[in-house]
Every structure is written in structure tokens, then in C-alpha cells.
């Protein structure tokens, strides 16, 4: 079965630095990606996706993904995180040619320290 | 502006009560989705519906029951069955695969901002 893993749940980094978010997929054939992102009490906002092509994405809010298929990760990178940039960010999978079941991880809490 | 709106943002149910969740959304979208998301444990698909008066399980969908009589609503029903109600509610809409320019045939969700549900 397909599955997603975000190995980390809590990350904090300061304002102004660099972050990136981890995301591993399980899957024979390379799947369809996504990147979104929750703020509290709120619901999910998409913040970059990843079908085919050039493997370097750019989102929306500064951020952009690496897919790396001999790694099976898709992970979220921003050059310089700002303080609105906390919240809670979910990596998320759908199966070439398996319809459009979202398949998503467990989630990672970003908090920004001022 | 077109979007996706749930209701109520919040709710509380006694054990043993049903209760039904509103989505409704004017994206003109004919697929809608509901999740339940639970901390730590991401979002788990409940139910989906790809077109009016047709509806699939996820992988949660017992305790759950769905109806979609029109294009632009998705309720959702949560039964006494449902062991385990309090979560976060999350409704989501999309253009099928089929009619989907994109051609990956992939579909980007459009959220909700979600209901919150507590069995007192």
C-alpha cells in the first residue's frame, strides 16, 4: 500500500533561516506530489505540486520541492522562513492512474522562534 | 468569491446522537471529499464522490454515512456507530481525473476550513 512518511514532527527554527521539510513516499511508480499547508483551526492550503517535468517546483509563500526519485522524497525547502510561516505542513501522494485519493503524512508543526 | 464553506465550525454531540456536518461549495467541482484529521495522524479519507448521486468509502468509513443529491452539497453524517466522533472535519472539492487539463489526470483539493466535533 502507498504511504507517506514526514519523519519529523515538530521542527523549530529561527526567523530568517533556511528550513526544509522531509518527505519520503512508498511506491513502485513515481507518484503525483503535493505540499500543503494548515494554519491553525483552518483548513489545508495548497502550496506546490509535483506531476512530471523539471524536478525543482516553486510554490507559492517562497517555498519550493525537490523531487529525487532514486531517494523517493519530496522535500519542502524555504530559503528564509518568516514568522508567518508557522503552522502545520502535509505531504501528500496520489497514485498515477489510481484516481484522486490523496494519500497524506502525518504532518509536520513548524514554529518559528522571533 | 468561489470556495468551500462547513458547517457549523464547531459542534458538540451526546453519546448515542447523530450528527450531520454541511459542506456545501460553488467551484462548479463535480468531486468532493471529506477527511477526518486527527493530531498526529494526518488526514484519513472518510468517504469521496466523483459525480452526483454516487458516493465511495475510504479507508474510515464506518460510523460514517454520505449523501450527494446535489452537485454543490456533501453532508456528512456521523452515527452512534462511530466509537470514536471528536476530530476535526475536513471537506474538500476537485475536477475529476477525467476532466482535468492537467494531463497528469491528477486532481489539486480545495479545502474547507473544517468542522470541529466533541461527544461530550
Known amino acids: 500500500a502507498q504511504s507517506v512518511t514526514q519523519p519529523d514532527i515538530h521542527i523549530t527554527v529561527s526567523e530568517g533561516a533556511s528550513l526544509e521539510l522531509r518527505c519520503n513516499y512508498s511506491?513502485?511508480?513515481?507518484?503525483?506530489l503535493f505540499w500543503y499547508v494548515q494554519s491553525p483551526g483552518q483548513g489545508l492550503q495548497l502550496l506546490l505540486k509535483y506531476f512530471s517535468g523539471d524536478t525543482l517546483v516553486q510554490g507559492i509563500k517562497g517555498f519550493e520541492a525537490e523531487f529525487k526519485r532514486s531517494q523517493s522524497s519530496f522535500n519542502l525547502r524555504k530559503p528564509s522562513v518568516h514568522w508567518s510561516d508557522a503552522a502545520e505542513y502535509f505531504c501528500a501522494v496520489v497514485l498515477t492512474g489510481g484516481g484522486n485519493k490523496l494519500t497524506f503524512g502525518t504532518g509536520t508543526q513548524l514554529k518559528v522562534e522571533l | 468569491d468561489g470556495g468551500i464553506t462547513q458547517s457549523p465550525k464547531y459542534l458538540f454531540r451526546k453519546e448515542g446522537q447523530n450528527v450531520t456536518l454541511s459542506c456545501e461549495q460553488n467551484l462548479n467541482h463535480d468531486a468532493m471529499y471529506w477527511y477526518r484529521q486527527d493530531p498526529g495522524q494526518g488526514l484519513r479519507l472518510i468517504y469521496y464522490?466523483?459525480?452526483?448521486?454516487?458516493?465511495q468509502k475510504g479507508d474510515i468509513a464506518e460510523g460514517y454515512s454520505v449523501s450527494r443529491e446535489k452537485k454543490e452539497s456533501f453532508p456528512l453524517t456521523v452515527t452512534s456507530a462511530q466509537k470514536n466522533p471528536t476530530a476535526f472535519y475536513l471537506c474538500a472539492s476537485s475536477i475529476p481525473p477525467h476532466r482535468d487539463r492537467d494531463t497528469s489526470g491528477a486532481n489539486v483539493l480545495t479545502f474547507g476550513a473544517g468542522s470541529r466535533l466533541t461527544v461530550l
Open positions: 464522490s466523483q459525480i452526483v448521486n454516487d458516493f
Open positions: 511506491y513502485g511508480a513515481t507518484p503525483y
